[in-house]
């Protein structure tokens, strides 16, 4: 166990890679977003047990995990569109809230290190991914609050009801604004879809500038200096 908490970022990361891989291979034969939903509550249970050491993190991590898995899974089986509607929300709001908490969590894990590793270089990478699955959740919030908020022209319509479509256009939105390549193809259209593109452009040049390179320097502090070797 030991041996596993101190690569624990490097497992995150390979979960997290082989998730996506995997909904690759998977999505573009299935319109089923119950797929997204079980790769989702896959990357909650791998984060929580990867990052969440002590009891009060864990037991964080479980109250905003748990609901967002339950409240993913279960939407679909209700008959009611109001329910349904509400479950998908919840759903959500709990996990923008879950992927936070574990932001914070590598951060505050990373920046309290005395010495970088390879393992620490790694939670950073997750970190940078986790920011932009962050926003994506946000930007479908926002588009399920208020239908329209975004445009892309690939698809020849707006708002489209396709959960699984949409959750995948935005995903590619959000990462395609973190890295602030913005091919364009998709728009935002209101005001508050603007802000959440402004901020997440924000949080990820801040997260590079402030974790990576401190990561950097200590890393540089670590290689002996011609003084040390003399």
């Excluded at 101190?6 to 890679?17: C, D, G, P, S």
């Excluded at 573009?28 to 249970?45: H, V």
């Excluded at 091919?183 to 935002?188: H, K, L, T």
């Excluded at 990820?204 to 200590?218: C, K, M, R, S, T």
């Amino acid at each position: 166990m030991k041996f596993y908490y101190r690569w624990k970022f490097t497992a995150l990361l390979i979960v997290i890679m082989t998730l996506n891989i995997t909904r690759m291979l998977t999505v573009s034969d299935s319109q089923d977003p119950l797929i997204l939903d079980l790769l989702g509550a896959a990357m909650l249970a791998s984060a929580t047990i990867s990052l969440c050491v002590n009891p009060r993190s864990r037991a964080i991590a479980l109250s905003l995990g748990i609901p967002a898995v339950i409240l993913s899974l279960s939407r679909n089986l209700f008959s009611d569109l109001h329910l349904r509607h509400v479950a998908l929300i919840g759903g959500r709001i709990s996990s923008l809230l879950f992927l936070a908490f574990i932001i914070c969590v590598i951060m505050q894990t990373l920046l309290t290190q005395e010495k970088a590793t390879f393992d620490h270089i790694a939670g950073a990478f997750c970190g940078y991914v986790l920011i932009g699955v962050l926003f994506a959740e946000a930007f479908c919030l926002l588009e399920v609050l208020a239908p329209h908020s975004y445009r892309w022209e690939s698809l020849k319509q707006r708002g489209i009801d396709d959960q699984l479509q949409r959750w995948l256009m935005l995903e590619y939105f959000s990462f395609t604004t973190l890295t602030t390549l913005g091919f364009g193809d998709v728009v935002p259209e209101t005001p508050t879809a603007r802000f959440l593109a402004i901020w997440e452009v924000i949080c990820g040049q801040f997260y590079l500038a402030v974790l990576v390179a401190g990561l950097v320097n200590l890393r540089g502090a670590q290689e002996p200096t011609v003084s040390d070797e003399s």
